[in-house]
């Protein structure tokens, strides 16, 4: 099979790791990629937003199987101009991944389908805004409706910053807001089946006791010891099948990644939100855990046969990942500064690019991701954050707390 991965983060290069070590891949092609992909993938040039110029490069290479890492192809339209030229893509069309693009499109699908998720308000006005944060009362929470790299989202218990993030933003969310730990639960579907992976945690907040601004993601681990055992087919039972099957019967059926972020709230799970693609850094730590042949099972979800897929295989342990983000980010990044210690096995590239001289660069906000499995949780931590201690990356941040026993969830349980 030969298979062309879209994008150039930490994702695509995981999903590219995971696709090398199936045997039957016999061609792997990364566009436009990053310095990481290079290593096991062939590179092309892409326009990944351009939907022509991504269905033109499936075509050129002669590929049996496109998969598209990133939201904005998605929401662009890439995996239908892919289909349209009769190649098996793995990601949803534009319509499908609006559940992602448009957070005011998730909730209408959501209450269609009776999905548990907080209450919200869509807003476009000052005085919209300022009704519903009263409504809902603090902490609040405001979300940008459109795509932002997970840093279009406010929780704040000041009325006053909660309001100024609306109207920088324009239309937005104003959301009920829910308490309890998070988790994310990756679901493949072909538009019918659905078929979850194991369930991570991803550290949204750049600072160390989850502090300071959002970000893409900071960390990552799985599985979650600590979720009460069923979460998982309650997940798939209550949140991503009605979802599938709502977006079925619209006529724009979810072919891809179903990605749940989730509140495990005093009341059950509730959404916080989807998102129409593999999540990252969520993405390092559950495909080193997955044994089953990665390009199989998303063929089979590109293709309609999910139902047939064999149930899938996991390696025992669990696995962390640490991201290792430039400077200033999540403001604005400093980039181009020399890396060192960017090509330890387990180190999974994001925003870097090689020169001409061989040197290691940082290109983008988050950088690096320390990847590493263990026999137990406390193993693979350790063994991540001995990755990051051998990188070297001027003004470089990483959080310290990732998977850290005081960081985990404690004593919960599904009927507290
Ligand atoms: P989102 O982009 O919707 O995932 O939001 C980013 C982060 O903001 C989430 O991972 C949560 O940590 C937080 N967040 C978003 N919505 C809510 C909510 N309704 N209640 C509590 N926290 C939220
Ligand atoms: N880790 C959050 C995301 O991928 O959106």
Request: charged share 20%; glycine share 12%; aromatic share 4%.
């Amino acid at each position: 099979m030969r298979v062309l991965v879209v994008g150039s983060g930490a994702r695509e290069h995981a999903l590219c790791l995971a696709l090398a070590a199936d045997p039957a891949v016999t061609a792997l092609i990364c566009a436009p990629g990053n310095a990481g992909t290079a290593s096991v993938a062939e590179h092309r040039p892409l326009n990944a937003t351009d939907p022509v110029a991504v269905a033109a490069l499936a075509t050129e290479v002669a590929a049996d199987l496109v998969v598209i890492g990133p939201e904005a192809p998605l929401v662009a339209g890439a995996a239908d101009a892919v289909r349209a030229a009769g190649i098996a893509c793995f990601g949803p069309s534009a319509q499908a991944a609006r559940l992602e693009g448009s957070k005011a499109f998730a909730k209408d699908v959501m209450a269609a389908a009776g999905v548990p998720t907080g209450r919200a308000r869509v807003c476009g006005s000052a005085a919209e805004v300022e009704a519903a944060l009263a409504e809902f009362g603090p902490p609040y929470v405001v979300k940008d409706d459109g795509l932002a790299a997970g840093k279009g989202v406010v929780v704040t218990d000041d009325p006053r910053l909660a309001a100024e993030h609306a109207a920088a933003c324009g239309r937005v969310l104003v959301e009920e807001y829910l308490d309890g730990p998070e988790v994310s639960l990756f679901c493949v579907t072909d538009g019918v089946s659905v078929l979850p992976l194991l369930p991570a945690q991803d550290f949204k907040r750049i600072g160390d006791g989850d502090t300071g601004p959002n970000t893409g993601g900071m960390g990552a681990y799985a599985p979650l010891d600590w979720l009460p055992p069923g979460t998982v087919e309650q997940v798939v039972r209550e949140v991503a099948r009605p979802t599938v099957d709502e977006l079925r019967r619209r006529g724009t059926p979810f072919t891809g990644l179903l990605y749940v972020g989730l509140a495990m709230t005093s009341t059950g799970p509730r959404v916080i939100e989807f998102n129409a693609r593999f999540g990252d850094p969520e993405t390092q730590v559950v495909l080193a855990l997955l044994d089953s042949p990665l390009a199989g099972l998303l063929h089979a979800a590109a293709t309609g046969t999910l139902a047939g897929h064999p149930p899938l295989r996991w390696h025992p342990g669990a696995a962390v990942t640490v991201v290792v983000a430039a400077a200033n980010y999540p403001g604005s990044p400093r980039l181009d500064d020399p890396i060192s210690g960017g090509d330890q096995p387990g180190v999974i590239h994001a925003g870097t690019r090689r020169d001409a001289d061989g040197v290691l660069r940082s290109a983008g906000g988050r950088v690096l991701s320390a990847t590493a499995v263990g026999a137990t949780l406390a193993e693979a931590r350790e063994a991540a954050y001995r990755l990051v201690a051998g990188i070297e990356l001027a003004g470089s941040q990483h959080r310290s707390d990732i998977a850290a026993p005081g960081r985990l969830p404690a004593g919960f349980s599904a009927d507290a």
